[in-house]
């Protein structure tokens, strides 16, 4: 008979905790999208439909927060996406 570990939670319990951390990270990439495409509007700074794609499609939130902090300055959407 095989059975879970002492302490290990049981595998249904494990694929619950994943399932719901990527639900958070991905909430969290959402909630910062949001915000780099409505710093834009706010400042008057024109996005094009690809430019708000690539902002929302992103799930990367070190990105999507590098992006942020170029929202307030930027004037122009593309320099968002500077190297």
Do not use: H, N, Y
Not at 13 to 41: H, I
Not at 48 to 54: D, G, N, T, W
Request: charge should be negative; hydrophobic fraction near 40%; charged fraction near 35%.
């Amino acid at each position: 008979m095989t059975g879970v570990g002492a302490g290990s939670p049981p595998p249904k319990a494990e694929g619950k905790a994943e399932g719901e951390a990527e639900g958070e990270a991905k909430g969290k990439a959402e909630g910062k999208a949001e915000a780099v495409l409505r710093v834009l509007a706010a400042r008057g700074v024109e996005v094009s439909e690809a430019a708000a794609r690539r902002v929302t499609s992103c799930t990367d939130t070190d990105v999507l927060d590098t992006w942020l902090d170029r929202a307030i300055t930027a004037t122009d959407a593309e320099e968002l996406f500077a190297e």
